[in-house]
């Protein structure tokens, strides 16, 4: 089965910077696209940023500039550079990966806190 790791959450303040991990356990990891989304407290979890197997990025419009995704297929792990941090952007951070060819379901992490103070 796929396991996903997230790390590198924490406390920072209003125009901070933060890193975050996903580690991946699975052998194709170069071959497929990953995500990571985000769960603010009493709001839906929403889609925040992209990376596919061609290295192409996507993001959602409130974090365009300030944070970059992306992938070292050596060490099987997703990044999510995370720049100019806002109080909004606290949240909790998960990695995630689509339903693919070989499984019926999406995979997710387990997820890490992301606190941003003004």
């Known amino acids: 089965q796929v396991q996903l790791v997230e790390s590198g959450g924490g406390l920072v303040q209003a125009g901070g910077s933060l890193r975050l991990s996903c580690v991946a356990s699975?052998?194709?990891?170069?071959?497929?696209?990953v995500d990571w989304y985000r769960q603010a407290p009493g709001k839906q979890r929403e889609f925040v940023a992209r990376?596919?197997?061609?290295?192409?990025?996507t993001y959602v419009e409130s974090v365009k500039g300030r944070f970059t995704i992306s992938r070292n297929n050596a060490k099987s792990t997703v990044y999510l550079q995370m720049n100019s941090l806002k109080p909004e952007d606290t949240a909790v951070y998960y990695c995630?990966?689509?339903?693919?060819?070989?499984?019926?379901?999406?995979?997710w992490g387990q997820g890490t806190q992301v606190t941003v103070s003004s």
């Open positions: 995630h990966i689509e339903r693919q060819t070989w499984s019926s379901r999406d995979y």
């Open positions: 699975i052998k194709t990891f170069s071959l497929i696209a």
């Open positions: 990376v596919a197997s061609s290295d192409s990025t």
